[in-house]
């Protein structure tokens, strides 16, 4: 395919008629949906995030939209449009480069996403990045990493340790629908369950991207607060048995956030509704710092506390 | 550096009190500064779009966002925030990282951007995808490509055939600010001219990226009627002296639009205040395609119209 028959592809495949102006032009026009716009980017490179020759193609694709939308769900924000710059190698074979698009469009349809633009290049390998964006009724309606309060419960959403181990399973050849492997080819951006959360008051939020002590970590540090993370409470994806594996799995892509116990039972029942679970994981204090305790409030010392692309 | 002192780094380069939720968090929150939002992605990679053994890395970083802003000023919209995803190879020493980020703000500041978020992701080679927002009162005051009318005129800004005659002066140890260089290294997005010809009731809109010819195409093309363009009036750039190089030479990031006789003297009057120039190089008419002329109205046959990475 020439570029323009990508681009025509693309622009069918992600048939947006809401669009001001769509794909095609210089620039997207959209109507902004509230006060304040929400907007943050995520970039995948083969052989450091995501594997091609092990990976269905489509996986890849829809990876990089859901992990980029948990970004938003992160900050409480309703999801609006996305944006995918993409580096293709000039080997891509079309039904490749079809799947990859269909990937993106999936992911983002799962959502209520539109993608609204972006830009194609050649390449010497694959990557992706992808900016999304999203809006929210008003500054304040905003979950940062800098609001937790001593006091405040610590809670996650749904399981933890289910993407280190699905993993381990991916393989040349295997389907991108196999179900074993959705933690990590079609993971869930936890939008709603963020609006919930930040509707119930949440102080501080995050998505685990890096680990869930990695990333409890970035909330102790923006708001200057302590946290204590219970080991025995770690909610344990299936077949998972090692906690101290799960508190350290990345690419989760569920929340973490800080709570008043007040707006805890509502907002768990709430988030059942949405299809996931709400687990109270640990509390608030002053201090600095994440100290993971076993059932004896014994502190567990972990060596590998998150990931760092260039450490 | 670590991942962290890189972000640390950029959040001081592209120091902005004004986001309300700035780098380091989930995602940007800005607020947004008008009736609709206008978006685009622009992506760069090395040995495709530049050649960092021979580019200052300065050079890399400017050009990225300049050309980026460049779509942004061909909708006419007033400039916003950007976000950058960059792709560093591990090799990449530590003073080569900062003046890439000094490249990216200064074209961001030369412009009045904000640098309001972005990623940081390993790669084998050097890239960048730029996301460009910008605002516009309204939809109808965003130019598209599609909107010229038979019997407007086509106008373009500033010079042609600078940019490829700038590309055959770099070498090797080239200053990033050799003003020879300049149309390659620190492009202009044409950002207040854009806006002048929108408010002018320009018809259609596109900045040259690919070459007069190949956008001239864009507009014939998405407008649905034909460009008539006279080689003889193409504005050459300093020591160009083939108006069909200059009529193919990509990477101008000068504005080529289609614009009603009556509003050209003002147009013309109020673009030169900005420090560049308005010249009329042709007429829209119905029918289709592009048309290259002599003095005589003779049709001027060009081999190569345009740049696509995959053809």
Redesign the interface.
Known sequence: ????E?IKHLTECFAAPQL??GN?????????GG???????????D???FELASWPIHAVGYKAVAAALS??A??G?AVG?I??????P?ELSEPDFEQLARGIADAASASGALV??????????L?L?V????H?AA?DA?V???GAQPGELVVVTGTLGGSARALGLIEPGVAADDVRLAKQFTPTPRLAAGAILAASGAGA???ISDGLLGDAGQIAR?SDVALTLELARLPLAAEVTDPLGAAVSGEEYELLATLPQSALAEAERTIAATGTTLTVVGRVSGGAGVRLVDAEGVEVEVERRGF????
């Open positions: 395919m020439s570029e323009r990508r001001v102006v095609g032009d210089d620039a997207a026009v959209v109507r902004p006060a304040v716009t929400v907007t943050s980017v995520d970039a995948v490179v052989g450091i995030h970004d938003l992160a900050m924000a449009e944006y995918v710059a993409a580096g293709l000039r609204a633009g972006g830009d194609l290049v050649a390449s010497g390998q990557w990045s900016t999304v964006v999203g929210a500054a905003v940062t990493r800098g939020m995050i998505d923006a760092d692309h260039f450490d």
